[in-house]
């Protein structure tokens, strides 16, 4: 089939850290222009907004937006209604309704809609899955704990209304945990410590359940030194430990597994995928859990945090 010709938005540090190493990998699709207020990628056309980018070039099929999820809704939407494909970053939107809004709206235009979860696509998360398959669940304990000062540098928007704090990278264990465990996860309650100076929370515990199985979460967006995204679950055949985003997994009696990232190729050939098909993909249940965490949680005040 012809290449894809795709338009980049968002011009921040997962697009030149993921998005532009991936497409320049030679995937289906031809990196054709951007759409950043200030971003730009050297020889390559670029436009401020996404408006301009769709008038411009009517014959870019696909959109990928890397822009924050606050604000995101209205650049997908238009790309949509411009009858343009559309790939979103995680968290697909700012909320639940947006994104099933987004979701709608592809579906009466016709166009793909495709609501990316990078994390599921780390080395050993399919293995992780294939062999939960056929097992009883005892309990379940999600770790995510990084340094916010390494991986969102001045990222003061992660921290403001719709930027989702810690729930940022802590919804890429959900995304995992909803693709592994067999049965479906229900927020019970949760704390939310959130500094004095900020709206959203920069750690969180939450209890949920899976199935009658206890599933303890703890996200922490303060932990210098060695870097924490594991995932374990205990049952009748043993712990599963999958650590590192998902990339190594170790099982019980068995020599640890761990693949190569290839997280955002694996995406984009998705992507590819779903447009030849003429399907969507939007699995909006980790944005749920997000959404009930903040509906069940309770607040805790935190010191004032600045980068
Ligand atoms: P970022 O470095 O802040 O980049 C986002 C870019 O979007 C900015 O550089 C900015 O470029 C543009 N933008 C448009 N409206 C904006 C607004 N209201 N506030 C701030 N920037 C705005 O953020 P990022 O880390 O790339 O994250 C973007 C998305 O990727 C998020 O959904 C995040 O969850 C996801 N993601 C991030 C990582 C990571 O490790 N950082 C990993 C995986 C996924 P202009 O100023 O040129 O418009």
Known sequence: MDRIRIGLVGIGKIAR???LPAL??????????TASRNGRVDGVEAHETVDALIAARPDIA?????TPPAGRFEQAMAAIAAGRHVMLEKPPAAT??????LAEAARAKGVTLFATWHSREAAEVDAARGWLADKAIRAVRIM????????????????APGGFGVFDPGINAL?????????PLVVLSAELAIPENRACPIAATIAMRCGTAPVAVDFDFLQTGDQTWDIEVDTDAGTLYLR??????ELPGAEPMQGPNAEYPRLYARFAELIRNGESDVDLRPLRLVADAFLTGQPTPAPAFEF
């Open 62 to 66: 696909a959109i990928s937006l890397c």
């Open 144 to 159: 995510w704990r990084e340094d916010i000062r390494q991986w969102h540098p001045g990222q003061d928007w992660i921290l």
């Open 17 to 19: 850290d993921q998005h």
């Open 244 to 249: 590192n985003g998902g990339s190594r997994l």
């Open 96 to 101: 639940v309704s947006e994104a099933e809004a």
């Open 175 to 183: 995304s995992i945990a909803t693709r592994i465990l067999p049965d």
């Open 24 to 33: 320049n990998q030679g995937g289906d699709f031809d990196l054709a222009a």
